[in-house]
Protein backbone atom coordinates (compact mmCIF):
# COMPACT_ATOMS: atom_id res chain seq x y z
CA UNK A 1 0.00 0.00 0.00
CA UNK A 2 1.22 3.77 -0.87
CA UNK A 3 1.37 6.13 2.08
CA UNK A 4 0.35 9.43 1.76
CA UNK A 5 3.39 11.74 2.09
CA UNK A 6 2.23 15.71 2.96
CA UNK A 7 3.95 18.46 1.32
CA UNK A 8 5.55 20.55 4.03
CA UNK A 9 5.69 24.12 3.52
CA UNK A 10 9.39 25.85 4.44
CA UNK A 11 9.89 26.68 7.66
CA UNK A 12 9.43 30.45 8.35
CA UNK A 13 12.76 32.21 8.15
CA UNK A 14 14.71 29.83 7.27
CA UNK A 15 15.90 28.22 3.45
CA UNK A 16 17.94 25.46 1.99
CA UNK A 17 20.83 27.89 2.42
CA UNK A 18 21.30 28.19 6.09
CA UNK A 19 19.98 24.76 7.06
CA UNK A 20 23.52 23.00 7.64
CA UNK A 21 22.99 19.46 6.09
CA UNK A 22 24.68 16.79 7.89
CA UNK A 23 27.59 15.34 6.26
CA UNK A 24 27.36 11.73 4.52
CA UNK A 25 30.54 10.03 4.02
CA UNK A 26 32.60 10.81 0.75
CA UNK A 27 31.70 8.25 -2.06
CA UNK A 28 33.59 6.03 -2.86
CA UNK A 29 35.38 5.89 -6.52
CA UNK A 30 34.47 2.21 -6.62
CA UNK A 31 31.06 2.40 -5.20
CA UNK A 32 28.74 -0.20 -7.11
CA UNK A 33 25.39 1.37 -8.18
CA UNK A 34 23.72 -1.77 -6.01
CA UNK A 35 24.41 -2.73 -2.45
CA UNK A 36 22.69 -6.26 -1.11
CA UNK A 37 23.18 -6.66 2.62
CA UNK A 38 21.62 -9.21 4.53
CA UNK A 39 19.33 -8.29 7.56
CA UNK A 40 21.57 -10.48 10.20
CA UNK A 41 24.55 -8.79 9.05
CA UNK A 42 22.98 -5.04 9.26
CA UNK A 43 21.87 -5.85 12.67
CA UNK A 44 25.68 -7.24 13.87
CA UNK A 45 26.45 -3.75 13.48
CA UNK A 46 24.60 -2.98 16.55
CA UNK A 47 20.35 -3.22 17.14
CA UNK A 48 20.27 0.86 16.87
CA UNK A 49 21.32 -0.01 13.27
CA UNK A 50 17.85 -1.52 12.51
CA UNK A 51 15.83 -0.13 15.27
CA UNK A 52 16.79 3.31 15.54
CA UNK A 53 14.52 6.34 13.33
CA UNK A 54 16.70 6.65 10.62
CA UNK A 55 16.71 7.26 6.70
CA UNK A 56 19.07 6.94 3.52
CA UNK A 57 20.33 9.28 0.63
CA UNK A 58 19.08 6.50 -1.72
CA UNK A 59 16.20 4.13 -2.54
CA UNK A 60 15.84 1.09 -0.30
CA UNK A 61 13.97 -2.02 -0.68
CA UNK A 62 13.52 -4.45 2.40
CA UNK A 63 12.76 -8.33 1.43
CA UNK A 64 11.59 -10.02 4.49
CA UNK A 65 11.53 -13.50 3.71
CA UNK A 66 11.43 -15.12 8.03
CA UNK A 67 10.66 -13.65 11.32
CA UNK A 68 7.94 -10.79 12.87
CA UNK A 69 8.57 -7.79 14.10
CA UNK A 70 7.39 -4.06 13.95
CA UNK A 71 8.16 -1.73 11.44
CA UNK A 72 7.54 2.46 11.84
CA UNK A 73 7.43 4.24 8.11
CA UNK A 74 7.48 7.97 8.16
CA UNK A 75 5.59 7.83 11.83
CA UNK A 76 3.17 4.84 11.26
CA UNK A 77 3.85 1.34 12.60
CA UNK A 78 2.43 -1.76 11.25
CA UNK A 79 3.63 -5.48 11.72
CA UNK A 80 5.66 -7.28 9.48
CA UNK A 81 6.01 -11.04 8.57
CA UNK A 82 7.53 -13.28 6.19
CA UNK A 83 7.30 -12.54 2.15
CA UNK A 84 6.68 -8.77 3.46
CA UNK A 85 7.94 -6.22 0.80
CA UNK A 86 9.05 -2.51 1.84
CA UNK A 87 10.15 0.30 -0.63
CA UNK A 88 11.65 3.37 1.31
CA UNK A 89 12.23 6.48 -1.13
CA UNK A 90 15.48 8.54 -0.25
CA UNK A 91 15.22 10.17 2.98
CA UNK A 92 12.26 8.35 4.51
CA UNK A 93 12.73 8.00 8.25
CA UNK A 94 12.13 4.23 9.48
CA UNK A 95 13.09 1.51 11.61
CA UNK A 96 12.03 -2.06 12.53
CA UNK A 97 12.39 -4.19 15.55
CA UNK A 98 12.62 -8.12 15.63
CA UNK A 99 10.87 -10.20 17.45
CA UNK A 100 13.31 -13.56 17.35
CA UNK A 101 15.47 -14.51 14.36
CA UNK A 102 14.57 -12.01 11.33
CA UNK A 103 15.88 -13.29 7.54
CA UNK A 104 15.73 -11.12 4.51
CA UNK A 105 17.78 -8.22 2.27
CA UNK A 106 17.99 -4.52 2.16
CA UNK A 107 18.75 -3.61 -1.20
CA UNK A 108 20.52 -0.59 -1.71
CA UNK A 109 19.23 1.35 -5.03
CA UNK A 110 20.63 3.77 -7.21
CA UNK A 111 18.78 7.07 -7.53
CA UNK A 112 17.60 8.50 -10.56
CA UNK A 113 15.06 9.87 -13.02
CA UNK A 114 15.42 6.51 -15.56
CA UNK A 115 14.59 4.25 -13.07
CA UNK A 116 11.25 5.69 -11.86
CA UNK A 117 11.18 4.40 -8.56
CA UNK A 118 7.72 5.15 -6.53
CA UNK A 119 7.83 8.25 -4.83
CA UNK A 120 5.70 6.77 -1.90
CA UNK A 121 6.47 4.14 0.89
CA UNK A 122 5.08 0.86 0.13
CA UNK A 123 5.17 -1.93 2.30
CA UNK A 124 3.37 -5.28 0.65
CA UNK A 125 2.71 -9.01 1.29
CA UNK A 126 3.45 -10.92 -1.42
CA UNK A 127 1.22 -13.66 -0.77
CA UNK A 128 2.08 -15.12 -4.77
CA UNK A 129 5.15 -17.67 -5.14
CA UNK A 130 5.27 -17.04 -7.79
CA UNK A 131 5.91 -13.49 -7.01
CA UNK A 132 8.15 -14.54 -3.87
CA UNK A 133 10.51 -16.39 -6.32
CA UNK A 134 10.85 -13.42 -8.87
CA UNK A 135 11.96 -10.99 -6.17
CA UNK A 136 14.08 -13.45 -4.64
CA UNK A 137 15.77 -13.98 -7.95
CA UNK A 138 16.37 -10.84 -8.58
CA UNK A 139 17.83 -9.99 -5.68
CA UNK A 140 20.54 -13.34 -5.52
CA UNK A 141 21.28 -12.14 -9.17
CA UNK A 142 22.56 -8.69 -8.21
CA UNK A 143 24.24 -9.84 -4.90
CA UNK A 144 26.12 -12.46 -7.15
CA UNK A 145 27.15 -9.64 -9.66
CA UNK A 146 28.36 -7.34 -6.40
CA UNK A 147 30.08 -9.55 -4.75
CA UNK A 148 32.03 -10.71 -7.70
CA UNK A 149 33.01 -7.45 -9.21
CA UNK A 150 33.77 -8.30 -12.01
CA UNK A 151 34.06 -6.48 -15.39
CA UNK A 152 31.33 -3.89 -16.04
CA UNK A 153 29.68 -5.04 -12.94
CA UNK A 154 28.37 -1.53 -12.58
CA UNK A 155 26.86 -1.55 -15.42
CA UNK A 156 24.98 -4.88 -15.07
CA UNK A 157 23.64 -3.56 -11.84
CA UNK A 158 22.39 -0.62 -13.33
CA UNK A 159 20.37 -2.48 -15.73
CA UNK A 160 19.22 -5.17 -12.46
CA UNK A 161 18.28 -1.94 -11.09
CA UNK A 162 15.85 -1.19 -13.64
CA UNK A 163 14.24 -4.30 -14.09
CA UNK A 164 13.49 -4.01 -10.67
CA UNK A 165 12.02 -1.22 -10.70
CA UNK A 166 10.08 -2.24 -13.73
CA UNK A 167 8.79 -5.19 -11.56
CA UNK A 168 8.16 -2.99 -8.74
CA UNK A 169 5.90 -0.72 -10.38
CA UNK A 170 3.72 -3.97 -12.06
CA UNK A 171 3.48 -5.34 -8.64
CA UNK A 172 2.40 -2.34 -6.62
CA UNK A 173 -0.11 -1.55 -9.63
CA UNK A 174 -1.52 -5.64 -9.30
CA UNK A 175 -2.22 -5.02 -5.72
CA UNK A 176 -3.45 -1.37 -5.66
CA UNK A 177 -6.56 -2.91 -7.60
CA UNK A 178 -6.53 -5.70 -5.13
CA UNK A 179 -9.23 -5.54 -2.29
CA UNK A 180 -6.89 -5.95 0.51
CA UNK A 181 -3.83 -5.30 -1.16
CA UNK A 182 -1.57 -5.65 2.16
CA UNK A 183 -1.87 -6.45 5.92
CA UNK A 184 0.47 -3.23 6.05
CA UNK A 185 -3.26 -1.45 5.29
CA UNK A 186 -3.29 1.45 7.22
CA UNK A 187 -5.91 3.85 7.99
CA UNK A 188 -5.38 7.38 6.54
CA UNK A 189 -6.94 9.68 9.70
CA UNK A 190 -5.58 13.27 10.81
CA UNK A 191 -3.69 11.65 13.47
CA UNK A 192 -2.35 9.47 11.00
CA UNK A 193 -1.19 12.75 8.66
CA UNK A 194 0.35 14.04 11.77
CA UNK A 195 2.38 11.91 12.60
CA UNK A 196 3.31 11.70 9.50
CA UNK A 197 3.83 15.68 9.08
CA UNK A 198 5.96 15.06 12.44
CA UNK A 199 8.27 12.38 11.33
CA UNK A 200 8.88 14.56 7.66
CA UNK A 201 9.49 17.67 9.82
CA UNK A 202 12.01 15.72 12.02
CA UNK A 203 13.97 14.58 9.04
CA UNK A 204 14.66 17.51 7.51
CA UNK A 205 15.55 19.45 10.59
CA UNK A 206 16.66 17.25 13.12
CA UNK A 207 20.11 19.03 13.54
CA UNK A 208 18.13 21.94 14.42
CA UNK A 209 18.89 22.31 18.36
CA UNK A 210 14.97 22.51 18.32
CA UNK A 211 12.32 20.82 20.89
CA UNK A 212 9.42 19.19 20.58
CA UNK A 213 7.36 23.02 21.52
CA UNK A 214 9.24 24.08 17.99
CA UNK A 215 7.54 21.12 15.80
CA UNK A 216 4.27 21.27 17.11
CA UNK A 217 3.81 25.44 16.86
CA UNK A 218 4.43 24.51 13.28
CA UNK A 219 2.46 21.87 13.27
CA UNK A 220 -0.29 24.27 14.73
CA UNK A 221 -0.85 21.29 17.92
CA UNK A 222 0.36 21.65 21.21
CA UNK A 223 3.20 19.31 22.33
CA UNK A 224 1.08 16.85 24.82
CA UNK A 225 -1.57 16.34 21.81
CA UNK A 226 1.45 15.39 19.56
CA UNK A 227 3.03 13.13 21.97
CA UNK A 228 -0.15 11.39 22.51
CA UNK A 229 -0.63 11.08 18.90
CA UNK A 230 2.54 10.08 18.06
CA UNK A 231 2.41 7.44 20.43
CA UNK A 232 -0.57 5.72 19.63
CA UNK A 233 0.60 6.20 15.78
CA UNK A 234 4.43 5.39 16.04
CA UNK A 235 4.07 3.55 19.26
CA UNK A 236 6.47 6.04 20.93
CA UNK A 237 5.83 9.83 22.35
CA UNK A 238 7.14 12.72 19.57
CA UNK A 239 10.31 13.52 22.16
CA UNK A 240 11.73 9.58 21.58
CA UNK A 241 11.38 9.88 17.87
CA UNK A 242 13.37 13.14 17.99
CA UNK A 243 15.61 11.73 19.85
CA UNK A 244 16.06 8.59 18.52
CA UNK A 245 16.33 9.82 14.89
CA UNK A 246 19.51 12.57 16.32
CA UNK A 247 21.07 9.51 18.50
CA UNK A 248 21.44 7.85 15.06
CA UNK A 249 22.60 10.27 13.15
CA UNK A 250 25.38 10.73 15.82
CA UNK A 251 26.23 6.65 16.00
CA UNK A 252 26.65 6.70 12.36
CA UNK A 253 28.85 9.56 12.07
CA UNK A 254 31.06 8.39 14.49
CA UNK A 255 31.47 5.03 13.25
CA UNK A 256 31.57 6.18 9.53
CA UNK A 257 33.30 9.30 9.43
CA UNK A 258 36.27 10.76 11.81
CA UNK A 259 34.91 14.41 11.65
CA UNK A 260 35.04 15.95 15.34
CA UNK A 261 32.97 14.79 18.58
CA UNK A 262 32.06 18.65 18.67
CA UNK A 263 30.81 18.81 14.67
CA UNK A 264 28.84 15.52 15.33
CA UNK A 265 27.09 17.28 18.33
CA UNK A 266 26.22 20.30 15.94
CA UNK A 267 25.14 18.42 12.86
CA UNK A 268 22.85 16.35 15.13
CA UNK A 269 21.68 19.27 17.01
CA UNK A 270 22.93 19.11 20.41
CA UNK A 271 23.26 22.66 22.17
CA UNK A 272 26.87 21.92 23.46
CA UNK A 273 29.43 19.57 22.86
CA UNK A 274 29.15 18.42 26.52
CA UNK A 275 25.54 18.11 26.45
CA UNK A 276 25.99 15.75 23.50
CA UNK A 277 28.29 13.52 25.14
CA UNK A 278 26.27 13.54 28.65
CA UNK A 279 23.23 12.31 26.41
CA UNK A 280 25.16 9.83 24.38
CA UNK A 281 26.90 8.45 27.47
CA UNK A 282 22.94 7.73 29.01
CA UNK A 283 21.52 6.82 26.20
CA UNK A 284 24.44 4.27 25.36
CA UNK A 285 26.79 3.62 28.29
CA UNK A 286 29.60 4.85 26.30
CA UNK A 287 31.12 8.46 25.56
CA UNK A 288 30.99 9.49 22.32
CA UNK A 289 34.51 8.66 21.65
CA UNK A 290 34.83 4.95 23.66
CA UNK A 291 31.58 4.62 20.74
CA UNK A 292 34.19 5.49 18.31
CA UNK A 293 36.57 3.10 19.24
CA UNK A 294 34.44 -0.41 19.91
CA UNK A 295 35.39 0.52 23.39
Known sequence: ????????????????????????????????????????RLAQGGRWRTEAMRSYDRPVLVWFTRGQGRLTISGRSSGYSPHNLVFL?????????????????????P??????????PLHLRLNEVQLQRELTGMIDAMQRE???????????????????????ARVADQYADAPNPSQATRLDTAAHRLAE???????????????V?????????TPTHLSRVCRKIAGRPALDILTDRRHFEARRLLRDT?????????HCGFASAAYFTRAFRSRTGQSPSEFRHGV
Open 213 to 221: QHYAALLGV
Open 197 to 211: AFTSLVERDFNRPDG
Open 258 to 266: DIRVAQVAR
Open 111 to 120: DGEEYDWPME
Open 146 to 168: ADGKGLHSARALSCHAGLLSVWL
Open 1 to 40: MSLHRLTLLPQPGGTEAQISRVPTPAPQPDRLPVEVVSVT
Open 89 to 109: PPRTMHGFTTSGPVLGFVVFL
